[in-house]
């Protein structure tokens, strides 16, 4: 299995729809994060979590809401997004979080289309 | 100002150049520095890091800090079109990662 799953690759949803993104890594990790990745503009932090507690997030919408079981599953559950949502979001973990963590694992990511 | 700026490019260079990659930061407190490659489709992957100033070397890879003029930067040596993809630097500040935008090479066979 690959290090970090991510589900569904491609995801198209109306503005009232409720879905949710996937993300899952067999690395025992302990850190796992949100990031959003649009058409020429950098990656954007969106949620942290270390050891299944959410230690960050970065003024993101309520319209995204993170969720962490457990240190190996990650959801983030999509609700009444606008077009402008519509990029590709891409999970990762980490051995630990910390100030020279940086070895980041990505997923493949969820490209997700609002119409 | 941005906290991690690059160049977008494209840059192009020819097969066995020297790729210059170029990266500047805004938080004079930040300690690590890193580079991911991301090809086109694909997500990133952390090819080096560094956290003195000065030059580290990893096979045709090297990557340099200044921590006192705040950036860093990646040579490759006998770029390759391989080596085709999207530059990302990415700076720890404060236990966050902050990325920059991404610098896009291209080398021409």
């Known amino acids: 299995e690959t290090g970090v799953t991510q589900t569904p690759r491609h995801l198209v949803m109306g503005m009232t729809n409720k879905k949710s993104l996937k993300c899952e890594q067999h690395?025992?990790?302990?850190?796992m994060y949100w990031y959003k990745q649009s058409a020429k503009k950098p990656l954007e932090l969106m949620f942290v979590?270390?050891?299944?507690?959410?230690?960050e997030n970065n003024s993101v919408p309520s319209r995204f809401s993170p969720e962490c079981p457990n240190s190996s599953h990650l959801f983030l559950h999509l609700h009444t997004l606008q077009p402008e949502d519509s990029a590709l979001y891409l999970c990762?973990?980490?051995?630990?979080?910390?100030?020279?963590?940086?070895?980041?694992?990505f997923g493949e990511g969820s490209r997700l289309t609002v119409l | 100002q941005k906290e991690v700026e690059q160049n977008s490019g494209p840059l192009s260079v020819p097969e066995g150049a020297i790729a210059s990659l170029n990266c500047t930061y805004s938080d004079r407190g930040s300690q690590s520095f890193f580079w991911y490659r991301q090809y086109s489709g694909k997500s990133p992957e952390l090819i080096m890091f560094?956290?003195?100033?000065g030059d580290k070397e990893d096979g045709r890879f090297t990557a340099q800090l200044n921590k006192a003029s705040q950036y860093v930067s990646l040579l490759i040596r006998d770029s390759q079109p391989s080596d085709s993809a999207t530059y990302l630097c990415a700076v720890n500040q404060g236990g966050k990662l902050i990325f920059g935008q991404g610098t896009e090479l291209s080398v021409k066979p």
């Open positions: 560094i956290y003195s100033n």
């Open positions: 979590y270390s050891l299944e507690e959410r230690v």
């Open positions: 690395l025992g990790h302990n850190a």
């Open positions: 990762a973990s980490s051995q630990v979080r910390g100030a020279n963590t940086g070895e980041l694992f």
